[in-house]
Every structure is written in C-alpha cells, then in structure tokens.
C-alpha cells in the first residue's frame, strides 16, 4: 500500500519568502505528526494532529510556524517569512490513532533557504 | 525532561559479525522504545518498538534490541551484520511529558551511524 507522501522533495527559496510544505498520510491513520531534522542530528518534534486538531503544537520555534489538517487527512506546514536557520528536512509520519503505535515517516522535504 | 542518549556517533563492523548500537534512556515510569533506521535520501524506516513484556523484542531485518531496565538501555543487535546494513539508525522515547502527562510525540537521538565493511 501507499506510504506517506511528501510534496515537494525539495523547496529553493529566498529569506523572507513563505512556503508551504504538504504531507499526505496513510490512509486510514488519524495521527499525523510533522518533524525537523537538521544536518547530523535526530528528527524534533514540532506538532501533532489527532484528527483535524492540533493535540501538541508545544515543538513549533515560533509563530512563523503553522500547520492545519482541515479534513483529517492531509497536512500543510507554513513558515512565514523564512529565515535561513529554517534550512532542513521536514518529515512528517502518520499512526494508527494514539497510544504506543508505531508512527511512518513520509521521505521529507529539504527546504533550503537562501 | 524524557531523553534519549546514543553514546557512539559511529559504529564499525565487519560483514558476518555480530553487530550492536547503543541507546539508553531517561524518562519517568514505564518507556516507550522505539528503533528507526535512515538510509541515504530516504525517511526514517521503523525496525521495532518495546511497549511491555518480553525484554528481547525482534523486529524487521534480523534486528533485535534487549531491553535493560535496571541499566534504563535498549541496545540494537544484529548477531550476523550485512553491507547492506549500513545506514544511520536513530533510538527514540515516546514523550510522556506536558499535555496531561501523555503525548505522542518521539523524542530522538542523535543517531549512530552503521558502517558494515565487506
């Protein structure tokens, strides 16, 4: 079956510039979690959805930040004005609702800004 | 504060020898483990989880990881390494932190990288 999907694989842009980053889970997980994960480091935790709410948002920096699930299944993270620190890869991963399950990660977006 | 520590940044083997990845943790009450591998350009692939029960949980690719709960340690283990093995793996916590004492957030390690030498 279809894992996660992530659009687009990689993301150019300028400091100041917004941009959109969108996730498409497994179909049928309620769960969808976004992540960061810079050069040499492990993945951090930015915000997690359990349906169409965010259950933990507490992993987003700051208010550039954003992320909406409007219908329970695709996921769109948006940074406003973005600084060059924002470079990294964004991962997002889905789960079978809540509880110990194991979350799937989608292959990333590797947002570089200028 | 729930953490995760991989001691070692990488870990040589040779092909057909027994391979381990270390992780230990610190978290309040009973933990959450979970063991992820990264390879090249691809996103983290999950291998195994303990929740409770059995110490030895065996997972996908000949993997396996003890869990340790006097040494707080979930090694990763491979008794015979391939080439093909090599990639990053990550040890990860599920937080049980703020929000009413449970969220599902992972939190991650650093990562050890895997070199399997021919």
């Known amino acids: 079956g279809a894992g996660v999907s992530q659009t687009p694989s990689n993301k150019v842009t300028e400091k100041g510039k917004y941009v959109e980053l969108r996730c498409d889970p497994i179909?049928?997980?309620?769960?969808l979690y976004w992540y960061r994960q810079s050069l040499g480091q492990g993945p951090e935790f930015l915000i997690y959805?359990?349906?169409?709410?965010?259950?933990?948002d507490s992993g987003l920096p700051n208010d550039r930040f954003f992320a909406v699930r409007p219908e329970g299944s695709v996921s769109t993270l948006k940074i406003q004005r973005t600084e060059r620190g924002d470079s990294a890869v964004y991962l997002c991963a889905s789960s079978l609702g809540e509880g110990y399950n194991e979350q799937f990660f989608g292959p990333g977006t590797r947002l570089t800004v200028l | 504060a729930q953490s995760v520590a991989q001691p070692e940044d990488q870990v040589n083997v040779a092909e057909g020898n027994p391979l381990t990845v270390k992780c230990t943790y610190s978290?309040?009450?009973?933990?959450?483990l979970f063991w992820y591998v990264q390879y090249p350009n691809r996103g983290l692939q999950f291998l195994l989880k303990?929740?409770?029960?059995?110490?030895l949980v065996k997972g996908s690719y000949g993997f396996e990881a003890e869990f340790n709960k006097s040494q707080t340690s979930f090694h990763l283990k491979k008794p015979s390494a391939l080439v093909s093995d090599s990639a990053l793996y990550f040890c990860?916590?599920?937080?049980?932190?703020?929000?009413?004492?449970?969220?599902?957030?992972?939190?991650f390690g650093t990562g050890t990288l895997l070199a399997v030498q021919p």
């Open positions: 303990y929740i409770t029960g059995d110490n």
């Open positions: 179909s049928g997980h309620t769960a």
């Open positions: 959805f359990q349906g169409t709410g965010a259950a933990d």
């Open positions: 990860a916590v599920r937080d049980k932190s703020g929000y009413g004492g449970a969220t599902n957030k992972l939190i």
């Open positions: 978290v309040s009450g009973n933990p959450y």
